[in-house]
């Protein structure tokens, strides 16, 4: 059984999985003021929650977009479980060909996405990660991992827009009756929700018009369900990418 951790701007994720098998998720709130132990009793009291020994493990890994925390968790998974923890990075052996200007720079988010979407999915592929940040990746037909875009994220434009005005509030991201709001919270809501739907919509086109093909379009992260429903465009929502990507990354490297 492993432990995989994805640390990103907002949240972590965790997942544990055994052979293929995806046995549990679970999500905390990135905080870089919190220690090593403190992480630790975290993730034990999930692993306990989901009727799972710490000590049931035979190793973990770890991708991180903050790098100030990676050996914080890191520090925490040895602890609790007693392996060595695997981390998504240079010198790990991945199978994706990265056609970018300097390979290293590409995060560890982006390489276990486009690992598990290229093991699952048809290529060419889109792949659109909505986190902190809205990532999108492109792979072609080869399987090759061309690039792509990063775009802010939806609670980011949106806490931009409330915290530099000063009669918008702050809102909920529940779904607008119409697109045409008729007060001012539903024309915040149908802003937000339909522009970053009409965004995507717009970026697929543009990538499939370069490519000159078609394109399965994967969508992750946590705000995919909030957005992917209102885009015009077939979009697969799949929450488990990342961690499917970890998965497949592990057993490449054990």
Do not use: W
Not at 64 to 74: A, F, G, M, R
Not at 108 to 127: E, F, G, K
């Amino acid at each position: 059984m492993i432990l995989a951790v994805d640390i990103g701007n907002s949240n972590i994720v965790l997942g544990c999985f055994e052979d293929e098998k995806i046995l549990f998720i679970e999500r905390l709130s990135t905080n870089q003021n919190s220690t090593a132990l403190e992480y630790t009793i975290l993730i034990k009291n999930i692993l306990e929650l989901n009727s799972l020994s710490h000590q049931a493990f035979d190793g973990a890994i770890i991708s991180s977009v903050v790098p100030s925390l990676t050996h914080t968790l890191q520090d925490a998974v040895t602890r609790l479980t007693g392996k060595q923890v695997m981390i998504v990075g240079p010198g790990i052996k991945t199978g994706l060909k990265i056609m970018l200007d300097n390979p290293a720079q590409l995060g560890s988010d982006r390489v276990a996405d486009a690992v598990a979407a290229i093991h699952d999915y048809p290529c060419p592929l889109i792949i659109i990660d909505m986190g902190t940040a809205t990532t999108v990746s492109a792979v072609d037909r080869n399987r090759n991992f061309l690039g792509g875009m990063i775009i802010p994220g939806l609670r980011v434009s949106l806490e931009s827009l409330t915290m530099r005005t000063s009669q918008l509030p702050k809102i909920s991201l529940d779904p607008p009756k119409k697109v045409i709001g008729s007060n001012t919270i539903d024309c915040m809501r149908s802003g937000i929700i339909y522009s970053t739907a009409s965004s995507i919509d717009g970026v697929i086109e543009r990538i499939e018009e370069e490519l000159g093909e078609p394109c399965t379009v994967i969508s992750t992260g946590g705000l995919s369900k909030t957005i992917i429903p209102y885009c015009r465009h077939k979009i697969i929502i799949d929450d488990l990418l990342l961690l499917k990507g970890l998965m497949i990354i592990y057993n490449k490297n054990a």
